[in-house]
């Protein structure tokens, strides 16, 4: 009889703990996931997926204004959430569907239970009991933090977004990081009055300062009142506002002194997503304002708590998140972890590629590390912004680069004479000539730094890129054909 009920217990099926569960099983392991929510996780059920269409479905207005301009007889109405939100949900159940069959398939055993580690070796589940798995894999992601501020739980987080049964007409967004940025250029796209607060003195730290400049122009170009070096100090309910209701709208606003009331942190269950009702909000400028909704896009913290990790010895970092090693091992020798509780990257590719360096790590005898260099990336504002490698100063702070750099009108725009501009940046190091960083805001930019990616993984020096010949006429010629350093430091 085997010692253990399972050769591998994977607790959290999302993109990570689904790929690694399943490339287990298929070298003859007998593997178990459990997940306590929908097969698919972050991304599929409340991340990159549902975001992703939203912003296919906020383009449209864009698309039949440039259409205008080309010469179509085009109108846009106004966007039918109400059309839109049940194909998403639909959308989004046919996709946990395929999880599950690919789990299926693959005979990976499905436990539709929370599940938290008892011991090394065990696993207890909500109504099964308990199990015993020689290797037990988390995976069980992270979830949107509310800043400590009174009140706090009447603010929305991005797993709300997706549950709206209507479009809100005004949205204040607190915090200037991806999610922030996505939501703001869907929600506007879509119609709503979209305002900005981050805290930073710009938007998206930790991109190349030249690509969140341009962004953060387009941004405020298509309505977005973007307010950098702000904070939100105070929200409650319009009608317990201090000097009584308000209404909604950017005519809703007022000087004022700031409070400085702050209450506990807040992982706090928020409000229904469905119950509107408008939120009255002072923030650090003194400025009182009331939105329809107020979103928090300030951080995601790992979902360790109360998970039995520390009691059967696994060391978290502060943060909460899981300390492991390159293999994605923890201390606790039968205990891994892969995506984002690990805090390592956190973005759904990596947690695949970390699932999958487990199994051949754990399952096949090749001990591979997680290589985590050179990842290419995109937030998906629009225009896109697309980075893979160093920004300038990160690099500058190496050794001598030279900055290539060329921002433009692209030809269709340039022809219905909009003012939307591209960004493309290629980060050099001077002495040896490869490039160490690339940085493009351009419409569909994702698509580019994905293939641009290749070549800087590769090495690529900047005469790989001028030696490649031009697709012309393309927006993407144009980083084949910077000739001059627009800088060198
Ligand atoms: P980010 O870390 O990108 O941004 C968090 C933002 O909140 C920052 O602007 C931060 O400010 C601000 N902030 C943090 N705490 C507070 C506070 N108490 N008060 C006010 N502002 C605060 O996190 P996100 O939640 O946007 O995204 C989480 C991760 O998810 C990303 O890092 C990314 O890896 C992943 N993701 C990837 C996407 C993609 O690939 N397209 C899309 C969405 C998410 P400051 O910068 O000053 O610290």
Redesign the pocket.
């Known amino acids: 009889m085997a010692e253990y009920d399972y050769d591998l217990f994977v607790i959290g099926g999302g993109s990570g703990g689904v790929r690694a569960a399943r490339m287990a099983a298929q070298t003859g392991a007998r593997v178990a996931l459990a997940e306590e929510s929908r097969l698919g996780g972050t991304c599929v059920i409340r991340?990159?997926v549902p975001?992703k269409l939203m912003v296919f479905a906020s383009q449209g207005a864009a698309q039949i204004s440039d259409a205008q301009a080309f010469g179509w007889e085009a109108r846009a109405g106004d966007f039918d959430w109400a059309r839109f939100h049940p194909r998403l949900r639909e959308e989004l159940d046919r996709l946990e569907g395929v999880y599950r069959k690919l789990l299926d398939g693959s005979e990976v055993e499905i436990f539709d239970s929370r599940a938290v580690i008892a011991d090394p070796h065990t696993v207890r589940l909500d109504d099964d009991g308990t199990v015993s798995a020689k290797h037990i894999l988390v995976a069980v992601g992270g979830y949107?933090v509310r800043?400590?501020i009174e009140n706090a739980d009447l603010g929305l987080v991005?797993d709300d977004m997706f549950l709206l049964e209507e479009l809100p007409k005004s949205l204040l967004i607190?915090?200037?990081?991806?999610?922030?940025c996505?939501f703001a250029c869907i929600m506007r796209n879509l119609g709503v009055e979209v305002t900005i607060y981050?805290?930073?003195a710009q938007?998206l730290?930790g991109f190349d300062d030249e690509a969140r400049g341009l962004l953060s122009e387009a941004m405020k170009q298509c309505g977005i009142d973007v307010h950098t070096g702000t904070?939100?100090t105070e929200m409650c309910r319009a009608e317990d506002a201090p000097s009584g209701p308000r209404p909604t709208g950017s005519d809703a606003t007022m000087g004022a002194p700031a409070g400085d009331d702050e209450a506990a942190a807040t992982d706090a269950p928020g409000p229904d997503p469905k119950a509107t009702g408008p939120i009255w909000t002072q923030a650090s400028n003194g400025v009182e304002k009331v939105f329809d909704h107020v979103l928090f896009?300030?951080?995601?913290r790992a979902s360790t708590d109360g998970m039995g990790l520390e009691e059967a010895g696994v060391t978290l970092q502060r943060n909460g998140s899981i300390v492991v090693d390159a293999y994605s091992q923890t201390n606790v020798p039968s205990i891994y972890a892969i995506g984002d509780v690990t805090d390592r990257?956190?973005?759904t590719p990596v947690a695949i590629r970390e699932g999958m360096a487990f199994v051949d790590t754990v399952f096949k005898g090749e001990p591979t590390p997680v290589d985590h260099a050179l990842i290419p990336?995109?937030?998906?504002t629009q225009p896109e912004l697309g980075t893979v490698g160093m920004t300038e100063d990160e690099a500058a702070e190496q050794g001598p680069i030279e900055v290539y750099a060329t921002s433009f009108r692209p030809m269709n725009k340039a022809f219905i004479d909009s003012h939307s501009r591209v960004l493309m940046k290629l980060v050099v190091c001077a002495e040896t000539r490869r490039v160490l960083g690339c940085h493009i805001v351009a419409p569909d930019a994702g698509e580019l730094i994905q293939m641009i990616g290749v070549a800087i993984k590769m090495g690529a020096t900047k005469e790989d890129f001028d030696r490649t010949c031009a697709v012309h006429p393309t927006i993407s010629e144009e980083m084949m054909t910077m000739r001059a350093p627009a800088r060198t430091t």
């Open positions: 991340g990159c975001k949107p800043p400590e991005s607190v915090g200037g990081g991806y999610i922030a996505e981050a805290r930073g938007i730290k904070t939100l896009a300030t951080g995601r990257v956190p973005l990336s995109a937030v998906f």
